[in-house]
Nanobody
């Protein structure tokens, strides 16, 4: 089992940057593909991007492509989400999630993820 804890959220002005971290417990972190999702009030939880077990493959939603970057450090059991050029529509609770079934690729469907963090709030002011 994996426990995930996100950090790094906060309030930022439009055009600014934030870096989210997701720290995982357990020794098998490197066996999981990791994903980031977000959920705005009244909306479905949506895929933001993900990274495979080695960090060699990433995939992003069109809405964040070119602005967000995901990376991971398996030695530190941590995955990161660097968010640049933030927009008010990026405001949401951001969640990291672990996928043990598709570790070699990145799957954008939340049902494929086994473990979830508690989320961290990101608010972008205009």
């Amino acid at each position: 089992q994996v426990q995930l804890v996100e950090s790094g959220g906060g309030l930022v002005q439009a055009g600014g940057s934030l870096r989210l971290s997701c720290a995982a417990s357990g020794r098998t972190f490197s066996r999981y593909a990791m994903g980031w999702f977000r959920q705005a009030p009244g909306k479905e939880r949506e895929f933001v991007g993900g990274i495979n077990w080695s960090g060699g493959s990433t995939y992003y939603a069109d809405s964040v492509k070119g602005r967000y970057t995901i990376s991971r450090d398996n030695a530190k059991n941590t995955v990161y989400l660097q968010m640049n050029s933030l927009k008010p529509e990026d405001t949401a609770v951001y969640y990291c999630a672990a996928n043990s079934r598709d570790m070699t690729g990145v799957i954008p469907y939340k049902d494929r993820y086994d473990y979830w963090g508690q989320g961290t709030q990101v608010t972008v002011s205009s």
